[in-house]
């Protein structure tokens, strides 16, 4: 591999000056912005001599938060229910509708983390978007497929995002709205039947928390997106040199993939329009997905991903990056924050082979700039994306062989 780290440092430089350039301005999905950054990666690519690449068009949901102000809204119309209704109608057929109302919060909010379709998810405001999508042949015939994938959009830079406090904050609080919904249908079931005051209290404060939750979902979406220098110009920038480099220097056996996905930062609509073109071409492939591969100094993998029901990382998947790593001290993300996931969980979900490679601080479990207006191109540091070059570099080599 010594040609490996002679030659990384500057294929982190290209990747550097892509997500310099990516960077400029926030990329909300399913915008102009959006496109502008496929077009960028379209035209790099054509320019490096790569034939036939494509954009795959599709409508992608345009705000994560606007789900999110249905969901808690709902929620906020039981509580309203139960403390309304209890005097004018009854405890029994207050506390009923109130019941509906939760239900249904709770029943879209299982979809949407188990990743099931949802009533009501195509009145959510929708608008074109895209993949970019390109082919790097092997010299020998083909045997195997890797597809490498970083996603386009930057999200929007919510307040809750804005410092480490905040972030840290956050957590329990998105723990507690979840979960509070379907704790909510036990509280004041009890509450009508033992008269327990403190049962009433508890709703309240549920109330209190579904509040915050939709007022964050109905306001989030006037403000500015992260430009997403780090989440992730830095995973397009990458990918980009990593083209450049298969193109001196092709597989043997290997047809490797490049996939610029729209959409992830709202619902991975880019990753499953992918999926659903070119799922059957892909079912033995292996993806190498990169998330904020800018900033840190140690890089890991993501083992385990999703709320409610948690996705894990196939065994034989897990074994090949463990080892591929070894040399790079790869190590495992400590569980992502809830409400944060990748497009692995999407492939995970659909029986794909999938790593999420992913930098970090040593010994911080939070992640840099991430979903901040600070996320610019400034902060990011050359030898991260050094290392992530070699290591993905290294992963290709061993996945041909
Ligand atoms: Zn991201």
């Known amino acids: 591999m010594s040609t490996n780290s002679k030659d990384s440092p500057l294929f982190a430089q290209r990747a550097l000056s892509h997500a310099q350039q990516l960077a400029k301005i926030g990329r909300g999905s399913a915008t102009p912005a959006e496109k502008a950054a496929a077009e960028y990666i379209k035209a790099q690519l054509n320019s490096m001599g790569i034939p036939e690449v494509k954009v795959q068009l599709f409508s992608g949901e345009r ?19 139960y403390w309304l209704l209890s005097t004018p109608l009854g405890a029994l057929p207050a506390v009923f509708i109130a019941w509906l109302a939760f239900g249904f919060s709770g029943y879209l909010l299982w979809c949407k983390f188990t990743q099931d ?29 890797l597809v490498l994938v970083a996603h386009l959009d930057s999200h929007r830079a919510v307040f809750w995002f804005a410092t480490d406090f905040l972030v840290r904050l956050f957590t329990p609080i998105a723990i507690a709205a979840v979960f509070g919904v379907y704790l909510a249908i036990p509280v004041y079931g009890l509450a009508i039947l033992t008269h327990w005051p403190a049962l009433g209290w508890l709703g309240l404060f549920l109330a209190l928390i579904h509040f915050i939750g939709w007022f964050t979902g109905v306001t989030a979406d006037l403000g500015r997106y992260s430009p997403g220098a780090n989440d992730n110009a830095s995973a397009m920038g990458t990918v980009l040199a990593l083209a450049q480099r298969l193109k001196a220097q092709p597989m043997q056996n290997t047809e490797v993939w490049l996939a610029f996905t729209g959409c992830e930062e709202t619902s991975g609509d880019g990753m499953l329009a992918l999926i659903e073109q070119y799922g059957p071409l892909l079912k033995e492939a292996l993806f190498l997905d990169f998330e904020m591969v800018g900033i840190g100094d140690e890089i890991s993998y993501i083992r385990q991903e999703g709320n409610i029901r948690p996705l894990t990382i196939p065994s034989e998947t897990e074994a090949f990056i463990k080892e591929a790593g070894r040399h790079y001290g790869l190590k495992i993300a400590k569980a992502p ?16 082979k999938a790593v999420c490679l992913i930098a970090n601080r040593k010994g911080s479990t939070l992640m840099p700039e991430w979903h901040r207006l600070t996320d610019t191109p400034d902060h990011l540091e050359v030898g991260c994306l050094e290392r992530v070059h070699g290591l993905a570099w290294d992963v290709l080599q061993r996945f041909d062989q």
């Open 117 to 145: 379709d949802y009533p009501l998810r195509k009145t959510l405001p929708h608008a074109p978007s895209q993949n970019v999508i390109a082919k790097l042949p092997p010299t020998g015939e083909v045997q195997r497929h």
């Open 63 to 81: 705000s994560l938060w606007l789900f999110i102000a249905l969901t808690l809204g709902l929620a906020l119309v039981g509580h309203a229910a």
């Open 337 to 352: 924050l809830v409400g944060a996931a990748t497009e692995c969980s999407i492939l995970w979900r659909h029986g794909f």
